[in-house]
């Protein structure tokens, strides 16, 4: 079968640039008008950072992959990569159908709307059809449990609150593939339970969901198989057990 | 139907595709631009009439009562309306399309959509304040019981539609020069300050003497507000040639914005 997420060569190079070179506006507007389009800035090679160094790896319909690695391995790189957020410096991913991502909860919320109309907002940032937010729009609400708040801005909601109501707007569109960052990592005890169930029921309705994340036990919950990066290189991808043993080494 | 993501820059169709798939963002960016701006206000919607009503009293009394610029047999308010009309849209639109990508840091860094809504969005919703100002206008001609020609009603959507043209370009443009040097903040209140009174809006462009009016030609707000005042309050109309022109530097800076806009977008994430 005809992989879902197919990632090829997957390079990102970031520039690190340094607050002491400042340039003038006149000098870049000079380069631009140039070169026509913002190219990086010569004789700076040596401040160049590999987030991401040639990643390989496919995911078939259906699977949920998990991807693990220490801080500043290239996990969330290579999620903004997929939502389509930053571009890669080489290489290339191909996706088969339709993709949200939870990159963090509530980043499309404005503090000033109330709760129902960030639902609307959210769903709107996010690429969801105005009825089919409507028709999800109960479900949200009970979801998130926030029902009495719901036309109160969310600058007076509690963090807790704020949070839920995020994750369930992102849990309930309808996308083919799913990729989350840090999603769990919310909510009390009692929210993190909802959410892994309904991860489980994103996964069995045949849903593609790639899954970063430090908590191993929801990894190992959730995930058949997992990724592992370090230093922004691919090392070891397989069994969701045997990566995490690998992952266990290097700590 | 696959996706392919790549180093290489997104194509014009793919862009006008992805923008028309996600329309309902645009609709809600305007409805969220005008449910929010005048929450926590005691007067709320007052403030969109009194602030072209208060400029015009002023300069009413600046530019009519004490400088006595001539204005034939038009009452100076109404002279100077239409003009503030034109120019209180321009204004918004560029300082809040130009500021619109850094605005949104936390959505371009956190989700993909079309990145080009957010300025677009940020010039349309100004609209809302020019239809409200445009009301106070026929008060203003009720009040002073002057009629003006039909002309000009015919004539206004049409430079609305140039004006609107010119401003989404230059709004595009500074939007994305805004993300790779804040310098543009600090000019863009500068330079509009000094466009004001470059351009025909407090006098008419015939007092401008000939040896100037040639740089007045490719300011498409001259000839905008010109030729709108000439089709409300002039003898004949005699603009088409000046209006034409101000339609083509529109689409030039138009097509030149959104050029640049759509080739530095993906760098948007990484550096705003």
Redesign the interface.
Known sequence: MKPVIEVAHLSKK?QVFSRKKRVL?RE?LERFFRS???STPQGRENQLFWALDDISFSVGAGETVGVIGPNGSGKSTLL?????????????????GK?T?L??AG??F?F??TGR?NI??CG????M??REISRQFAEIVDFSGIENFLDTPVKFYSSGMYVRLAFSVTAHLRSDILLIDEALAVGDEAFQKKCLLKMRQIIREGRTILFVSHNLAAISDLCQRCVLLTGGRLRYIGKTARCIEAYRELL | MAKIISQNQTSLPKVLQELWNQRELFYFLVWRDIALRYKQTIVGVVWVVLQPVAMTIVFTFLFGNIAKIPTGSIPYPLFVYPGLMFWNFFTRAVSASSESIVANRNLIEKVYFPRLVLPLAATIVNLVDFLVSFLVFTLLLVYFQFSPNLMGFLFLPLALVVLLIFTAGLGAFLASLNVFYRDIRFIIPFALQILLFLTPIVYPANLVGNKYTFFLKFNPLAAIIESAREAFFGSTFSYWPGFGLAALVSLVFFGLGIGVFLKSEKYFADIV
């Open positions: 970031y506006l870049e026509g389009i913002f903004k990569i997929l939502a389509g957020i930053t571009p890669p410096t080489s290489g290339q991913v191909t996706l088969q993709i991502s990159l963090e980043a499309g404005h000033e709307l109309e609307y907002f709107a940032i996010l690429g059809p105005r």
